[in-house]
């Protein structure tokens, strides 16, 4: 008999399905359908409510939308040819030949290894800045059709989600998802099995099972420890997103390195290149040795042949992003493994240090990426150079210019990140195929000629949109807290569409000077309440553990009684994908004020500039290369011992280019009521940071210069 076809959780979510909508349940498995026009619309078309309810995942909509529902959606002949017109879509991206990309080709494509990505907020497997770059290179990669491949951890309990009480302090919960809720299917063996590797930690053999998402045509394979037959206390590993202990969070990197090329080994692949994205997954390397020690090679040589295969980003030189662990701390999650390599404690440790070896010195996960790639890069200009002074005790007696760490600046992914309206804007102008050509100058240089009028009616209605995005918001955090009635109505009643309204949304951490917004609390409010007022967004999250940044979002609240602020300043809980893509297209202005050097890159602030925000920056991170002052604002904010004088200026700073420079230019209007010289600033910054700074032009770099550099 032959045998009969395996069935898959796509399969069975069909086969719920009436039979006019089966073909949903293949877009469902596709996160390719997040980018694509209309991919979105097709959701709410099945169910608005539901999909909302259901955190905009497909997969729990078509599960858990009633028959009668369903039954009417399948009666719909602008819905069923909407599905079509999808299918069609991601079918033909899918079948599509790989690009040329050496060395990469399908059968040994690149390996990009991270600790989160960014896909779509209803695979909650990110935090911050790193996840979402991470899954804007993944799109691209997709729509540039390079043979591309990406591992990384299921974690079920995701990142915290956060909550304010009526104080501003932040308090958090974590929620639970299955791989049966998510868009997943199970990896398997030719057979039909199920596949999992073992990863040796703490002297146990962990199971991992393997799990797959599919991010148009590039598959990402997430490692789950929550497996019956694991202990209690392994089947966590995985649970928690940047869990707070430090020997968990040292497991999971182990799991992430070593499993990643276990089960690229169990998948059949063997990547022309391993990225190794940030130093969590840096033990990758000493997985790689492996095989040539059991040969007999001595270590040196063995990394050598490593070297060939494997480069490396960094994200931050803060140091929280640059773990380092003590000898005893390595030893009992790691040491019966480093054994079972032939290597000795010293000789492991020395792999993660610097070259001085005067004094103990702990084991760093960057140092050892370091160590064992052939290549290194930082994520913008600046932070090309920070690195290299950071780091350049790696290579003792070379001048600092001659550090071998460069940089490629980050992007961002323009079909995820650019608005409908202003994507119908600049098509209709610079040409149907402009994000085919993204990367291009001389793509971006009709912006110039679009008429005003046009560019600021989207404008207009970006900001719209986003007003009303943020009333609802504002009112049901507000009643959430258990503020008071008359306050939960202010936001709702005078968030006003026709008024400047600026944001302020990432990390909420020390570095990131939230608390600058309200240095001088009296100035702060005489700018939002002025006769030319503004309004101001917030949102972001404090590390669990960052006491210092959950109390800049107290300094926040403490305002909250004062005129005006209740009216004009609003704080959005649990940031997410979704909220940051209503902020970037609607915001006036992005407001980014780190300490530098601190900002490795930033994208938020590309993300608004893609959609006709101005930004209003510290000179730190991409904005260093990309402000060329006609196109936003900047403070040059200069390293000073003394910090508190340091944000004194700063503030100062930032506050007289609000009164001086952004809000009289947004007020300055012609007859027709169109302010001139604003819209020519919003078009030098469409022109000049458009192909810059989107991840067309990032995935090229490292195409050409990182991947095809000594491979």
Known sequence: MPEMPLETAEDVLAAGLPVPLRPLARIAFDYGWSWQPGGEALWRAVDPERFEACGRNPVRLLREAPRRTLEAAAS???????MARLARALDAERAAPAAAAPPARPEAPIAFLCAEYGIHASLPIYAGGLGVLAGDLLKEASDRRVPFVAVGLLYRRGYFHQRLDPSGMQHEYWTTVTPEQLALERARDAAGAPLSVRVPICARSVEVAIWRAQVGRVPLFLLDSDVPGNAAIDRFITAQLYVGDREYRLMQYALLGIGA????????IRPAVLHLNEGHPALATLELAREPLARGEPL????????????????TPVAAGNEAY??????????????????????????GRGTDVSAPQPFGMTDLALRTSRSANGVS??????????????????????????????????????APAMRALLERHLGADLLAGAADPARWAGVDDIPDEELWAVRCRLRAELVAFVRARSVSDRLARGEPIAYV??????????????????????YKRLHLLVADPRR??????????????????AHPRDDAAKTMVQAIFALKGEPFAGDRVVFLEDHDLETARALVAGCDVWVNLPRPPLEASGTSGMKAAVNGGLNLSVLDGWWCEGYDGANGWAIASAPAPDTILQDARDAGAFYTLLEREVIPLFHERDAAGIPRGWVRRVKASLRTLGPAFCTARALGDYVRTVYGGGA
């Open 76 to 82: 719909d002949p602008a819905l069923l040819d909407a």
């Open 300 to 315: 040196e040589r063995a990394l050598e042949e490593v070297r060939r295969r494997v480069v490396f980003t960094t994200h």
């Open 326 to 351: 003590a000898p005893a701390e390595l030893a009992a999650v790691l040491g019966p493994y480093l054994a079972a390599l032939g290597l000795g404690s010293d000789e492991a440790l020395a792999l």
């Open 381 to 418: 200009r600046r932070h090309g150079e920070v690195a290299r002074a950071m780091w350049a005790h790696h290579w003792p007696g070379r001048r600092l210019e001659d550090v071998p760490i460069t940089h490629v600046t980050n992007g961002v992914h323009l079909p995820t990140w650019m």
């Open 261 to 268: 090329v276990r089960a690229l080994s169990a998948l059949g």
């Open 489 to 510: 109505e202010r936001a709702a009643r005078t968030f006003d569409p026709g008024v400047l309204t600026s944001g302020f949304a990432r990390r909420v951490a020390s």
């Open 524 to 541: 702060a409010l005489a700018i939002i309440g002025g006769p030319r007022p503004m309004q101001t967004i917030i949102a972001g999250k």
